[in-house]
């Protein structure tokens, strides 16, 4: 419960900032209310999901603090960075990730803005895989969970970027280029929290200017966030409906 009440602490003050530094309309509304969903679904997950028993490759508890805990992130950042590059690869991981993308200025609040079922499909692939590759002390997670709050960070509406060393660590202009609208920003920095894994699979671009953000189509109501990859057919369905009732009442 610790990490999540951090998580709305992180999210607040950068918001805040945000808003006194570039003051302007943001979908703060579907943001929050994804968040909320977000939250549900990771108490749920969190707290009742079993977790993978089959054993691990590697045990942190056997090496050194100092090895295993920078050995831990690359391992889960790695697991992080082959999920979002699926996303955007498969149509059906699209369907749902497209939500995240959705967000027509991207914000610190933009971070939680994803489908419910992300968690849900993670819970039963990289997280496993995580953990089959290295099993993390309680200590070393715990760490890992609170290093990642800098994806607030990331998704700030700041003008930051770590210029030369942006294959370092990620930052919001480096972000910013792969949430860009533009068709030549397509399909790069997919990185999470490493810009590493960009650079070795050469999605790497060093960030070049502030672009625009956002698709064609966004969220209009919460109904839309719950049932976001199967939108369209509810829409139609839900018109049907209407229709039907309205000829039903004129007869």
């Not at 950042?77 to 497209?98: G, I, N």
């Not at 800098?150 to 919001?172: C, E, M, Q, T």
């Not at 966004?218 to 369905?237: F, N």
Request: aromatic share 16%; hydrophobic share 45%.
């Amino acid at each position: 419960m610790l990490i999540f009440l951090a998580a709305f602490a992180a999210m607040a003050g950068i918001t805040l900032i945000e808003t006194r530094r570039h003051p302007g309309p943001t979908d703060w509304v579907r943001n929050l209310q994804a968040y909320g969903l977000d939250f549900l679904i990771a108490y749920v997950v969190h707290r009742y999901w079993p977790q993978w028993m089959g054993g691990s490759l590697i045990h942190a508890s056997s090496l050194a603090f100092w090895i295993a805990l920078p050995l831990f992130f690359l391992v889960r950042d790695f697991t992080e960075w082959l999920f979002h590059y699926a996303q955007h690869r498969l149509p059906w991981l699209w369907a749902m990730h497209s939500l995240h993308h959705s967000d027509p200025e991207m914000t610190a609040l933009t971070t939680n803005r994803h489908f419910w079922g992300d968690r849900l499909v993670k819970a039963l692939t990289i997280w496993p895989l995580a953990t089959m590759i290295m099993d993390p002390t309680d200590a070393i997670f715990q760490i890992y969970m609170v290093f990642s709050l800098y994806h607030y960070f990331v998704h700030a509406n700041l003008k930051i970027d770590f210029g030369r060393w942006s294959w370092v660590l990620n930052s919001p202009a480096y972000h910013r280029r792969h949430h860009s609208r533009l068709v030549e920003h397509y399909d790069s920095n997919f990185a999470a929290l490493f810009p590493i894994f960009d650079v070795i699979f050469k999605t790497y671009h060093r960030p070049d200017g502030w672009p625009p953000c956002g698709l064609d189509e966004a969220p209009q109501s919460l109904g839309d966030l719950i049932v976001w990859p199967a939108r369209g057919p509810v829409r139609k369905w839900l018109g049907k409906r209407g229709q039907a009732a309205s000829t039903v009442s004129e007869a």
